[in-house]
C-alpha cells in the first residue's frame, strides 16, 4: 500500500475538515464496495497456489507421507491435511 499526500489530491477545505478529526495521522480509506478485488487477484499467486496443492494432493495420492510432504513443501502437518481435505472434499478424481 503506498500513501499520498492528502494536499496534493484533495481540496483545501477538506483537508482542513478532516484535519478537524484526525490532525498529522494516517488514516486507511477503504476502496467503494462495487471496486474491492479479491486476494491475490493483482497477481498470479493464486494460481501459483493451486499449482502447487495440486502436486501436494497428487503426491499423496501417490502415495508420498504427509510428514513426507510437509518437509518437502515447508509447509506444516496441519496445513497438509488442509490442503488434503479440501481435494478429498472437492472429490478430484484419483
Known sequence: MSYIKATHILPPELVEQIQEYIDGECIYIPRMSGKKRAWGEKTYIREELDSR???????????????????????????????????????LPE
Open 53 to 91: 496443492n495440486l502436486q501436494i494432493y497428487q503426491d499423496f495420492q501417490s502415495g508420498t507421507e504427509q510428514d513426507v510432504l510437509a518437509q518437502k513443501y515447508f509447509l506444516s502437518l496441519k496445513s497438509i491435511q488442509r490442503i488434503i481435505r479440501q481435494y478429498r472434499k472437492n472429490k
